[in-house]
C-alpha cells in the first residue's frame, strides 16, 4: 500500500522527480570518472570507461521510472506529447479535423442539451418519481361531459369528491392551460400582462417544492372567504420586483383585485407543465370568482378544467388507487344524471374511468410535441458526425500510408506494433479532445439558438442551456467514441506488417464510399421535411393573415356582464374600423392557431348510425369577421346585424360539416343542436363558408360552424363566458404592426379597464404554428449541407494526396505519351466511381430513411423519388467540383520535375 500511494503521488510531482533523476544520473557518472581516474585513466579514457560502466543511461531512467510510478501513466504521458508535436507539424490537416470534429460534437451535445432538459429531467421538487398525473393531459382547456371515457380534466366539484376517496394523499389540482391577467402593483399606474394559473392550496405540498422567500400557499389560503393571496415565481420577482424580498407581504391588483403575495417560488421550480412562458403568479382556486367575475367556472360542475396530481397513499397500489378513483367517478356521474338512468347512459358511465400517469416529469404536451423531433435531429447530427469521422479516418489512412517508412524505421528498432497503435490512437484522441473541448464551448450557444427558434415569440423557457456535469460528461465520451471510431482502423493499419508493404488506400476508398451513401440519406431527409414545411406553408388556410393584427382583451375581466356586451363590441368594431390605414374589425371567441380549439358534441337534422358519434368544433364571431379574416361565403350569408339576442339562432358551418353530415341535400335551412340528446334542433344553418384551419397546420379539414356572438344558448339565456369575445381581429390596409399602437390607444379610450393582454400579427400566430416543422427543415437543411461540405472535403483531401502519391507514374505516363486530357479523366474517373458506389449503397437506404420519418412529413410520399435523385445529383455534382482541382493538377504534371522526386 505504501509504494502504491508513493507511486500516486509521484504522478503530481514528475517534473521535480525527473529533474531528481537527471541530477542523481550526472552525479553517478562523476563518481565513476573519478574512481577510473584515481585508477590511473586519462580524463577521456575515465570519461568513457565511466559511460560503459554506467550502461545506458536512457534505459536506466526508463528503469528508474517504472519503479517509482505507473507505466502506463507515463507511456500516456509520452504518447500525448508525441501527438501533439507530430499533429503541430501539420497544421492544416488538424485545423480541419479539429472543426470538423467541433461541428459534430457541438451539434450533437446542444441536441443532447434539449433532449436531457425536455425528455430526460425530471421536476424540480421532492421525490418526483412518485407522483402521479389523474388522465393522460392531451386535452387543455376546457371540457364539457363524459370526454370519451377517459377522463383527463376534471371540474372543482369532482376534485373535491375525489379527493375524500383518500387514495392520493394529497390529491392536487391545477388549471389545465394557463391565462393571462392584468396585473397592476401598488404605486404604479400601469398594468402587465402576465401568465396566471389558479391551484389549489395544497399544490405545492403536494409536488413538493421550497420557496425562495415568504411562504407557499396553504389549504386555508383556499378557504371559502379567505383573501386572495398569489406566489409569485422567481424570475418575476427578479425582473418585475427588482428582487426586493420586501415584495413579499405587498398588495397588487390581478384583474383590479388585490392580491397578497405571500411569497416567491424557488428558482428552479416552473410549475407541473415544462412550456413556454410559464407562469409568473400562482393563486388559490377560490379566487377564481373574484378574479373572473362572470367568467368565473369554478361553480360549474360540469365545466372540466383541472388537472389533478397527487402522490398514492400510503400501503396503497398504483392499480388499487386507480380503481377507487374510477369507481369514485363513476358514482359522481350517476349523481349528476339522477336517480333513473337510461341504457345508454348508464353504459356511458360504465365505461368511464381514469388512467394514472407517471408524473415525475410533469405534463408532458411539450416532451409529446417535441420528443420525436429532437431525437430525429439528434439522429440527424449523428449521422453528421459519422461522416466527419469516416473523412478523418480516410485522411488519417492517408497520411499513414505516406509515414509507412518512419513506421518500418521503428519497428526495424525496436518498437512494438502495440505501441504504434497506441501512438496512432493517442493522436487520434487528441484530435477528437480538441474538437470535443471546442464544440462543448459553442454548444450552449447553439443550444440557446435553437431554444430561441423552437419557441420564438415565447419571453422564457425553463430550459437551461448552460453545459453541467452531465452534458459535459456527455461531450467526452462522445468525443472518445469519436477518437475510436475514426482512430481505429488507421491505429491496426499503422501498426500492422503493412508498413513494410507498398500503400494501398482501399479501406481510405470504402470510408469515402460509406460517406457518400450516409451523405445521401441526410440530404434526402432534409429534403423531405423542407419540402414538408413549404407544403404546410402554402397550403390554403382558408383565411388571408398577411395584414390581420390579433388583439387578445377579457370583457368579462374587466367587469362586463352579458347585458353589456352588445353595445361595447359595438362600439369596438366601429372605433377600430374608423382608424387611419384599417380596413376591418370583428370580434370572435377564437382566432386560428390562437389557443383554438374544443370540440362539442352535436345533434345533426338526418339519419344516423347507431356508432356515428357526431362533433365539431365552434366559434362564435361578430359581423364582419369572414370578411376581416379573407375566408370566402360559399353560400347563403355570414353572420350579420341581424343576429341578436332576440332573433332566430343561427350558424354558418364550413364545408367539411357540411360534407360530413348533410352530404346529400342543401344546407341551408337545415337545423343542429348543442350536446348529446339527439333530438335538439336549436340552430339554423343560413350559410357555409370555406374550409379554415383553426388548431393546427397539420389538422384535416375539422367539422366547425360558427354562431354569432350575442345568441346565448337556449339553456343559458343569461350567457355564459363563451359569449365574451376573447380577440380582435383588425385588417390593415398595409403593414399591421404600423397599427398596433393606434389600436391599443382606441381600446383604452372605450374602456381603460379593458386590458390588452397581447397584440400580434396573424401571420406571427402561422409562424409559430409552423414553428416546430420550420426548426426541424432548418437544422436538417444545416445538417445536410455540413454532411456534404465534409465528404467533398475529404474526398479532395483524398484524392489529392493520390495524385502526390502517383506523380512519377503520371509523370512517365505523360513521357511516354498519355494525352493529359486521359490523365485528368483517370483521377475524374475514380472519383466519380466512388460516388457512384455510394448512391447505390444511399438512395435505397434514404427511401428507407424517409418512411421511418414519415410521421412528420406533410404531402410528401415516402415512395417519391425526388428527393433521393435530387440529393444524389447534387451530391455527384460536388464530388466533381471537388475532385475536379486534383485532377487538373494531375493533368499538369511535368515529368521531368515528376522524375526528379525519386
Known sequence: ???????????????????????????????????????????????????????????????????????????????????????????????????????????????????DRVLLRSLPVRDAGDLVLLGDARG????????????????????????????????????????????????????????????????????????????????????????????????????????????????????????????????????????????????????DRELNGAAAIIDAPDRHWLYLIGRVAPNTTIADAQARVSAALRDWLRSREGAVLSPRIEAEIARTHVDFTPAGRGVTRTRRMYGFVLRLLFAISAAVLVIACANIA??????????????????????????????????????????????????????????????????????????????????????????????????????????????????????????????????????????????????????????????????????????????????????????????????????????????????????RGPNDGRSAMLNRVSPGYFTTLGTRLLRGRAVDERDTPASTRVAVVNEAFVRRYLPDSDPIGRRFGIGGDARRRDLEIVGVVENAKYDSPRDRDEAMAFMPLLQPYPDDPDGDVSQFARTVAVRAAANPTAVAASVRQALTAIDPDLAVLRVDTMTADVGRALSRENVVAVLATSFGLLALVVTCVGLYGLTAYRVERRTREIGIRVALGAQRATMMTMVMRDVLLQGALGLSIGIPAAFLAIRVIASVLYGVSPADPRDAALAGAVLLVCMAAAGYPPARRASRVDPIEALRQE
Open 140 to 287: 387543455a382547456g376546457t371540457a364539457v361531459g363524459s370526454q370519451d371515457g377517459s377522463f383527463t380534466l376534471f371540474s372543482y366539484d369532482l376534485y373535491r369528491h375525489l379527493g375524500g376517496v383518500g387514495a392520493l394523499e394529497p390529491l392536487s389540482a391545477v388549471q389545465s392551460s394557463k391565462s393571462r391577467a392584468s396585473v397592476r402593483r401598488s404605486g404604479t399606474g400601469v398594468s402587465d400582462a402576465v401568465w396566471t394559473k389558479l391551484v389549489s392550496g395544497n399544490y405545492f405540498d403536494a409536488l413538493g417544492t421550497r420557496p425562495a422567500f415568504g411562504r407557499l400557499l396553504a389549504p386555508s389560503d383556499a378557504a371559502a372567504g379567505a383573501p386572495p393571496v398569489a406566489v409569485v415565481s422567481f424570475r418575476y420577482f427578479k425582473e418585475r420586483i427588482n428582487g426586493d424580498p420586501a415584495a413579499v407581504g405587498s398588495v397588487v391588483h390581478v384583474n383590479r383585485v388585490p392580491v397578497t403575495i405571500v411569497g416567491v417560488a424557488a428558482p428552479e421550480f416552473y410549475g407541473e407543465t415544462l412550456e413556454a412562458d410559464p407562469p409568473s403568479f400562482w393563486i388559490p382556486i377560490t379566487a
Open 1 to 115: 500500500m505504501r509504494r502504491f500511494l508513493m507511486r500516486l503521488a509521484d504522478i503530481c510531482r514528475s517534473g521535480r522527480r525527473e529533474r531528481e533523476l537527471t541530477r542523481e544520473l550526472a552525479a553517478h557518472l562523476q563518481l565513476l570518472e573519478d574512481d577510473f581516474i584515481r585508477r590511473g585513466r586519462s580524463v577521456e579514457q575515465a570519461r568513457v570507461e565511466a559511460r560503459r560502466a554506467l550502461g545506458s543511461a536512457a534505459l536506466t531512467s526508463d528503469l528508474h521510472r517504472d519503479a517509482r510510478s505507473f507505466a502506463w501513466i507515463d507511456d500516456a504521458q509520452r504518447d500525448a506529447r508525441y501527438a501533439i508535436r507530430t499533429l503541430r507539424r501539420s497544421p492544416g490537416f488538424t485545423t480541419v479535423a479539429v472543426a470538423t470534429l467541433a461541428l459534430g460534437i457541438g451539434a450533437s451535445t446542444a441536441i443532447f442539451t434539449l433532449i
Open 394 to 607: 480516410s485522411l488519417l489512412l492517408a497520411r499513414g500510408a505516406a509515414r509507412g517508412k518512419e513506421r518500418s524505421i521503428r519497428l526495424a528498432v525496436g518498437a512494438s506494433r502495440g505501441r504504434l497503435v497506441r501512438q496512432s490512437l493517442a493522436e487520434s484522441l487528441t484530435l477528437a479532445l480538441a474538437g470535443g473541448a471546442l464544440g462543448a464551448l459553442v454548444a450552449p450557444a447553439s443550444a440557446d439558438a435553437l431554444v430561441r427558434l423552437v419557441f420564438r415569440g415565447s419571453e422564457s423557457l425553463p430550459v437551461a442551456t448552460t453545459p453541467d456535469a452531465r452534458v459535459l460528461a456527455f461531450a467526452f465520451a462522445l468525443s472518445c467514441g469519436a477518437a475510436l471510431l475514426f482512430g481505429a482502423l488507421p491505429a491496426l493499419r499503422g501498426g500492422a506488417d503493412a508498413a513494410l508493404r507498398p500503400p494501398r488506400l482501399a479501406w481510405a476508398n470504402a470510408l469515402v464510399v460509406g460517406q457518400v451513401g450516409l451523405s445521401v440519406v441526410v440530404l434526402a431527409s432534409a429534403g423531405a421535411l423542407t419540402r414538408s414545411l413549404i407544403n404546410l406553408a402554402r397550403q390554403p388556410f382558408g383565411f388571408i393573415g398577411d395584414r390581420v393584427l390579433v388583439v387578445t382583451i377579457d370583457p368579462a375581466r374587466a367587469g362586463y356582464d352579458y347585458a353589456r356586451l352588445g353595445p361595447l363590441y359595438r362600439q369596438i368594431a366601429a372605433r377600430l374600423t374608423a382608424l387611419p390605414g384599417v380596413s376591418g374589425a370583428a370580434l370572435s371567441y377564437y382566432s386560428p392557431f390562437n389557443e383554438c380549439c374544443w370540440s362539442f358534441t352535436i345533434s345533426v337534422e338526418g339519419p
